[in-house]
C-alpha cells in the first residue's frame, strides 16, 4: 500500500433508544464533532467522508446528502455505503482503502442509526418474499432464536451459560458511559426471568434498536506520526461473504455467518502470522446480536475449540480482568445503533489499544486487538488493529 493508515480520532454519542431533542444529522453531528476534538483538527482539516447506515430502518433516502454541514463534507469526496448489519465495518474498510492508497491523508469514517425515525423491524421483514426468504421473514429474532436453540443442542451449554455472557455484557456498559443499556443485572437469576421472545431467547438476551453515530478520523502515516503519539494503526482487515437467500432457508442455521466468519479469521489470522489468536491478539470487540451468538463467534474466530465457547465464559476468560477480554464495553447487547455499531467496536479496540477507555478499559496491556462485524446478506468483515507496526 502507499500509505499506512492510523486511526487519530474516536468520537461516539451517547446512545438511547430515543433522541427526539435533534434530528439526523444533529446527532451524527455529535459523533463528528468529539472525533475531530479527539483528532485536534477542525472540519476544513478533513480531506473526504465516508459514510454508513441502514436508510430503509430509518425511512429517510440518501441521508448523506443531508447533513453535508454536520459532517465536514461539504465540497468534499466520499461515499455512502451499505452492506447490511457489517455498514459500519465496511466503510471502515473503504476509508481505509482509499487513504492506504494514497489518495487522502485526512479522511472521516463514520456510522450511524436514528432507529426512532423508522421501523427497523419492518424493514427486515418486508425485504424478501414470504416464499424464498421465509428464513429472513421471522426477522432478526427468530433467526437468533434458531442459531440459539442449535448451539445449545450442538454444544451442551445452558441457558445459564447465555445468561452470564449477558452478565458480562452488563458490567462492561454499566462501566461504560456511552452505552445504550446500563442495567445494573445482579444474577443469573434475574435473567432467567426475563420473558421469551422465540424460545429459547429472552428479552435480556438479545440486543436493543439504539440511536447513536460513531466516527473516525483516520490519517497517513505522514501526518499521524506529527499528529499523535497514540496512532493505532490498522494492521489489516478482511471481508468474505455468501448468497444466503436458498429457498425456504437463511444461511446455515449453526450461526448466520458460520462460513464466512470461519473463512475470514483464518485468512486474516494466516497472513498476519497468528497462529493461537487468544496469545497473539490481546482483546476483541466482537458483533454478537445475542448472548448465544457471542458464544458460538468464540468458537467461528477460533478463541476457542468448536463447541466449547460456553467453557470460556464459565472460567471468566473473556470477562474484563480475564486472559482474553471480549467486549469490555458491553458491545451489541447493550448497544446496537446497527450502521454505526460495526463502526464502534472498531472504536473500542482503538481505546483500549490506547489505554482511553476510562472505566471500561480492560487491565492487561492491549497491543493487539481485533474487531468484528456480521450482517444478515452473510458478510464478515474483520479488523486488525494494532499499537505498533
Not at 70 to 79: I, S, Y
Not at 226 to 250: C, Y
Not at 302 to 318: A, D, S
Request: hydrophobic share 40%; net charge negative; charged share 20%.
Amino acid at each position: 500500500m502507499a500509505n499506512r493508515v492510523a486511526i487519530v480520532g474516536v468520537g461516539q454519542t451517547y446512545h438511547r433508544s430515543t433522541r427526539r431533542d435533534v434530528n439526523q444529522q444533529e446527532m451524527v453531528g455529535e459523533a463528528v464533532r468529539a472525533a475531530l476534538a479527539d483528532a485536534q483538527l477542525s472540519a476544513k482539516d478533513i480531506e473526504a467522508v465516508f459514510t454508513s447506515n441502514m436508510e430503509t430502518f430509518e425511512g429517510i433516502y440518501l441521508p448523506d446528502h443531508l447533513m453535508v454541514d454536520e459532517v465536514a463534507a461539504f465540497g468534499k469526496p466520499g461515499l455512502k455505503v451499505c452492506t447490511g448489519g457489517t455498514s459500519g465495518a465496511s466503510v471502515v474498510a473503504e476509508g481505509f482503502h482509499f487513504v492506504a492508497a494514497g489518495l487522502f491523508d485526512l479522511a472521516l469514517v463514520i456510522g450511524f442509526e436514528k432507529q426512532d425515525t423508522g421501523d427497523t423491524t419492518a424493514a427486515i421483514t418486508a425485504s424478501v418474499t414470504p416464499v424464498w426468504g421465509k428464513g429472513v421473514a421471522t426477522g432478526a429474532i427468530g433467526e437468533f432464536a434458531k442459531q440459539a436453540l442449535t448451539y445449545m443442542q450442538r454444544s451442551g451449554a445452558k441457558e445459564e451459560h447465555a445468561c452470564m455472557v449477558r452478565l458480562k455484557a452488563d458490567r462492561g456498559a454499566c462501566r461504560n458511559p456511552y452505552a445504550h443499556l446500563r442495567l445494573g443485572l445482579k444474577s443469573v437469576e434475574e435473567i432467567m426471568k426475563s420473558g421469551y421472545l422465540v424460545w429459547p431467547l429472552r428479552l435480556l438476551d438479545f440486543c436493543p434498536q439504539s440511536c447513536g453515530a460513531c466516527a473516525l478520523v483516520f490519517a497517513s502515516e505522514e501526518k499521524a506520526r506529527k499528529m499523535t503519539n497514540k496512532p493505532v494503526w490498522i494492521a489489516d482487515l478482511i471481508t468474505v461473504h455468501q448468497e444466503p437467500f436458498r429457498a425456504g432457508s437463511f444461511g446455515d442455521p449453526t450461526g448466520l455467518e458460520t462460513y464466512t466468519q470461519e473463512v475470514a479469521a483464518e485468512k486474516l489470522y494466516k497472513r498476519n502470522g497468528i497462529t493461537n489468536p487468544r496469545r497473539d491478539i490481546c482483546m476483541a470487540e466482537i458483533y454478537e446480536p445475542s448472548n448465544w451468538e457471542e458464544m458460538s463467534l468464540y468458537e467461528h474466530f477460533h478463541f476457542c475449540e468448536k463447541n466449547e465457547g460456553w467453557k470460556l465464559v464459565e472460567k471468566g476468560i473473556t470477562e474484563i480482568e480475564g486472559e482474553f477480554p471480549v467486549n469490555p464495553s458491553g458491545g451489541v447487547i447493550a448497544t446496537n445503533p446497527i450502521g454505526a455499531t460495526p463502526t464502534i467496536r472498531v472504536a473500542e479496540a482503538a481505546l483500549q489499544i490506547r489505554g482511553d477507555a476510562g472505566e471500561h478499559q480492560v487491565t492487561r496491556d492491549v497491543h493487539t486487538a481485533v474487531a468484528t462485524a456480521l450482517g444478515g446478506p452473510n458478510w464478515t468483515v474483520m479488523t486488525l488493529l494494532k499499537r505498533s507496526l
